[in-house]
């Protein structure tokens, strides 16, 4: 069995704040995919990034990065320099190779409000 | 780019009715999800799709059923929609490839815009 826990249900930053939205998840796999999905207003969930198992290289790409630790099962999401535009509901997302799970299970997601 | 299309934003039923949501895509692939949202539960699947004619329960079935006769559509049937399904339905498609675990777990699903359903 597998579950990603998103603790903070709603975060409110002031633009230009940098925040951290965490993810913790769990499975007993050893080899597995992580994904963060970005859902705006309008819906769309947005893919971000996927990092596997093997790899626990920290990703930077522009004012977006991920800090992946395998040793506390978690895969968090730090925005630098926060803008509005940042505002949305954020999913952490976990695929394993269980073939009997073909799809992601998602976390409950982590509301993210920048104001002005 | 890929492009998931949903064919309702909105969508207001009255319970007993049958609800059919419909799903396209059109990069080709295989797979074929449909999830729910509800606050504080995340997403959740519904069923999922791997092939044509081809369907696998997920994680909340009841109440629901699919339908995949084009590799392109997949639908969702609401047999006798009830209020407890007021919901924001989420369809997605993501490649399958021949070869390894690793490669088919390591695909991102692309995702429709939604459909806000209300039962009243």
């Known amino acids: 069995a597998q579950k990603v826990t998103q603790a903070q249900t709603e975060i409110s930053v002031v633009e230009k704040e940098d925040v951290t939205l965490d993810c913790v998840y769990e499975t007993r796999d050893t080899t597995y995919y992580l994904f963060w999905y970005k859902q705006p207003p309008s819906g769309e969930l947005v893919f971000l990034i996927r990092?596997?198992?093997?790899?626990?290289q920290n990703e930077i790409s522009g004012r977006y990065s991920w800090n992946f630790q395998k040793s506390t099962s978690s895969f968090n999401f730090t925005i630098t320099a926060s803008q509005v535009v940042d505002s949305a509901v954020y999913f952490c997302a976990l695929r394993t190779l269980d073939t009997g799970r073909r799809a992601l299970t998602f976390g409950s997601g982590t509301r993210l409000q920048v104001q002005p | 780019d890929v492009k998931v299309t949903q064919s309702s934003r909105y969508l207001v039923k009255r319970t007993g009715e049958k609800v059919f949501l419909e799903c396209v895509q059109d990069?080709?692939?295989?797979?074929m999800f449909w999830y729910r949202q509800d606050p504080g539960l995340g997403l959740r699947l519904i069923y999922f799709?791997?092939?044509?004619?081809?369907?696998e329960k997920g994680d909340i079935p009841e109440g629901y059923s699919v339908s995949r006769e084009k590799k392109e559509r997949f639908s969702l049937i609401l047999e006798s929609a009830s209020t407890n399904q007021t919901s924001m339905y989420l369809c997605a498609s993501s490649l399958r490839l021949a070869g390894t675990g690793l490669v088919f777990a390591s695909y991102e699903q692309y995702f429709g815009p939604g459909t806000r359903l209300t039962v009243t």
């Open positions: 799709s791997y092939d044509v004619k081809m369907k």
């Open positions: 990069m080709d692939h295989e797979n």
């Open positions: 990092r596997n198992s093997f790899d626990e």
